[in-house]
């Protein structure tokens, strides 16, 4: 064997076994905690003593507290699709063509505007909820509250949306500037030579180009706004504990009265001594990040996340 071809097997070898090991570590990451799904009896006793869970005490036996007979948790789940799929919408009517636009013309600021929007992709998210919770209750948006007689801290339309929108736009926007980024421009000027309007190039050759890397970033921020946690926390709270009168008509129709958003879930049950409760909603999550992320892969996307 040549000197170079005994390099490339070392080399292959050493990168196969990193990559390897990177995927050992993650699967024993999650594998690890299986056992938490399980109610032991030392569980079981220190419920028996403790007089805080009532009669919910026989379901939190169970496997993973029995959560799926529990109605907080499918309100939960309701409430956060229904929340993340708004908060989707709006930071994709908004980024879109924010990141279009960021990408093709020269605007004043723009490297601000990048650094701003990279800033806060790796901003803690606990960050997030104090700056609104400042913003929110102070100056001329506290006044504006006022006058509507209507407070957006500590509800769930439209607070909880608000939390969530920060970081979802924020991700999305990256990948939809990317995605804009890696279509040559010379592509629309010379559909536009041809006769084709500015709307018609960008419809016809711009977008079905960037198409993987917009439906990528729609998933990323879709991933990333069901995975919020401390921004919603910290704005808006739980819930589970409020009276149902604190809850409008409408709140009730939809399934979403004394529900948490899942991550807050996964830190309450845990919190109140609920573990297996919060340990099944904590795999719930990772269900849906797995599934969002197979999504990306299989539509192309894979450029925009591993």
């Given amino acids: 064997m040549s000197g170079k071809r005994r390099s490339r097997s070392l080399f292959n070898l050493f990168f196969t076994c990193f990559a390897g090991l990177l995927f050992f570590y993650s699967a024993y ?3 690890s905690n299986l056992d938490q799904l399980f109610v032991d009896q030392a569980a079981v006793e220190t419920r028996e003593i403790i007089e805080v869970w009532g009669e919910d005490r026989e379901i939190m036996n169970e496997f993973g507290g029995g959560f799926w007979k529990d109605a907080y948790f499918w309100k939960s789940l309701n409430l956060t699709f229904a929340i993340t799929v708004l908060t989707t919408f709006i930071a994709a009517v908004l980024g879109i063509p924010a990141a279009y636009g960021l990408s093709r013309y ?4 723009k490297s601000f505007i990048d650094v701003l929007f990279s800033s806060l992709m790796v901003m803690p998210g606990s960050v ?4 609104l ?7 001329p948006l506290w006044k504006l509250q006022q006058a509507l007689g209507f407070k957006f801290a500590h509800s769930i339309f439209p607070g909880m949306v608000i939390a969530s929108l920060v970081l979802s736009f924020a991700f999305g926007m990256s990948a939809w500037k990317a995605a804009f980024d890696s279509v040559n421009p010379r592509f629309e000027q010379i559909a536009r030579s041809l006769g084709s309007n500015r709307y018609r190039a960008f419809r016809t050759v711009t977008l079905p180009l960037a198409k993987s890397g917009i439906v990528a970033g729609i998933i990323l921020a879709w991933t990333r706004a069901m995975a919020e946690f401390s921004a919603v926390l910290f704005f808006c ?3 589970r504990e409020l009276p149902p009168s ?3 008509d409408l709140t009730k129709m939809l399934q979403m009265d004394q529900a948490d958003w899942v991550s807050v879930a996964v830190w309450a049950q845990v919190e109140f001594g609920n573990v297996e409760y919060g340990f099944a909603l904590a795999f719930v999550l990772v269900l849906v990040g797995g599934i969002s992320v197979y999504a990306m892969h299989r539509i192309g996307a894979k450029g925009y996340v591993w």
Avoid: A, D, Q
């Fill in 128 to 131: 997030i909820g104090i700056c």
């Fill in 29 to 31: 990451l999650f594998l």
């Fill in 237 to 239: 709270g739980t819930f």
């Fill in 133 to 139: 919770i400042v913003m929110f209750n102070y100056g």
């Fill in 106 to 109: 020269k605007i004043p600021g």
């Fill in 246 to 248: 604190r809850f409008s």
